[in-house]
């Protein structure tokens, strides 16, 4: 299973979104300091769940990096994470 898929069905499991959105950004940090060149280690992922509903922004980012904790010690490097309610402006 490739680590888009891992994370794609972790944050599934853990927030049952109305939307999520996944992409590999691997590609555009090949050969950067701390990118390991294995292509998939630059993730970005938008994510709408009624879950996030009432959180700020920082407790948000915690409950997606709590999800994805173990991949997050290890495969992946970085993670952009855009965390959205459906009633937030751009959730919608």
């Known amino acids: 299973m490739s680590m888009e898929e891992v994370i794609r069905e972790?944050?599934?499991?853990?927030?049952?979104?109305?939307?999520?959105?996944?992409?590999?950004?691997?590609?555009?940090h090949a050969?950067?300091?701390?990118?390991p060149g294995t292509g998939e280690s630059h993730f970005r992922v938008t994510i709408i769940s009624e879950k996030f509903s009432d959180l700020s922004r920082v407790e948000r980012h915690r409950l997606?990096?709590?999800?994805?904790a173990s991949e997050l010690s290890g495969a992946i490097h970085a993670l952009a994470i855009k965390a959205l309610a459906p009633e937030d402006p751009h959730g919608r």
């Not at 972790?10 to 555009?28: C, G, I, M, W, Y």
């Not at 997606?64 to 994805?68: I, M, P």
């Open 64 to 68: 997606v990096n709590e999800a994805l």
């Open 31 to 35: 050969g950067h300091a701390g990118s």
């Open 10 to 28: 972790k944050l599934t499991e853990a927030f049952s979104p109305q939307s999520l959105d996944v992409v590999n950004d691997s590609h555009r």
